[in-house]
């Protein structure tokens, strides 16, 4: 079966300093890889994909991720972490359902 | 324009009871999905309908009964609410049941059973 797992559950950074949050898949073919992001008592929003092509995929938000196939990773990113991205990010691997990470929460600190 | 609506945002009930949640999502999309995430934010997927068709239905109990009236609507109906039932309920649309489509979630509705 199709999984993801975030091995970290919180993330803590200072504001402006670069943000990774990490995920890696296991998958039997194709993997189609997604990051979402939740914040307080809000749905989750869509912040980018990889499913094809160049491994660096650019989202919204500043937000990029990197698609490793050597060491199954899909790690978000970001250059400079600003307060706002304080929320709860989920890696989601999708076939006909999505099946999400545990989740992990980023903490920016002014 | 809300794409992804879902009624009521809270529902506080008693155990035994049964509630109703709608969602209807103005995106013109084919699927329809149901996730519970848990307290520890964990999300699970529930049911899934394509053109108004149960195309996934993961273990959940048959308290739980969704409906699909028209793509744009999918219900979720719960019977006989139990304590382990209190959550927030996800619906989530895309635009057709494959692979490569992201999610577009609603607001949730956080359901507490006392």
Redesign the interface.
């Known amino acids: 079966a199709q999984s993801v797992a975030q091995p970290e559950d919180q993330v803590n950074v200072a504001e402006g300093n670069p943000l990774t949050v990490k995920c890696t898949y296991s998958v039997s073919g194709n993997p189609y890889l997604f990051w979402y992001v939740q914040y307080p008592n809000r749905g989750l929003q869509f912040l980018l994909k990889y499913i094809t092509g160049d491994n660096l995929v650019k989202g919204s938000y500043g937000f990029e991720a990197e698609f490793n196939k050597s060491q199954t990773s899909f790690h978000l990113k970001k250059p400079s972490a600003l307060v706002s991205d304080s929320a709860l990010y989920f890696c989601a691997v999708r076939d006909l359902r999505s099946r999400f990470g545990a989740g992990t929460t980023v903490t920016v600190r002014a | 324009d809300t794409a992804?609506s879902q009624t009521p945002k809270y529902l506080v009930t008693q155990m035994g009871n049964d509630k109703s949640i709608k969602c209807e999502q103005n995106l013109g999309h084919d699927t329809m999905?149901w996730y519970k995430q848990d307290s520890?934010?964990?999300?699970k997927?529930m049911f899934?309908y394509n053109n108004k068709e149960l195309?996934?239905n993961?273990t959940v109990p048959n308290r739980f009964s969704p409906k699909s009236p028209d793509k744009a609507h999918l219900n979720l109906h719960i019977n006989s609410l139990e304590l382990g039932d209190s959550a927030v309920y996800?619906c989530?649309s895309s635009q057709v049941?494959t692979?490569?489509?992201?999610?577009?979630?609603?607001?949730?509705s956080r359901l507490t059973v006392l």
């Open positions: 992804v999905y520890k934010k964990f999300l997927i899934s195309i996934i993961e996800f989530a049941a692979t490569t489509g992201e999610l577009f979630f609603g607001e949730g």
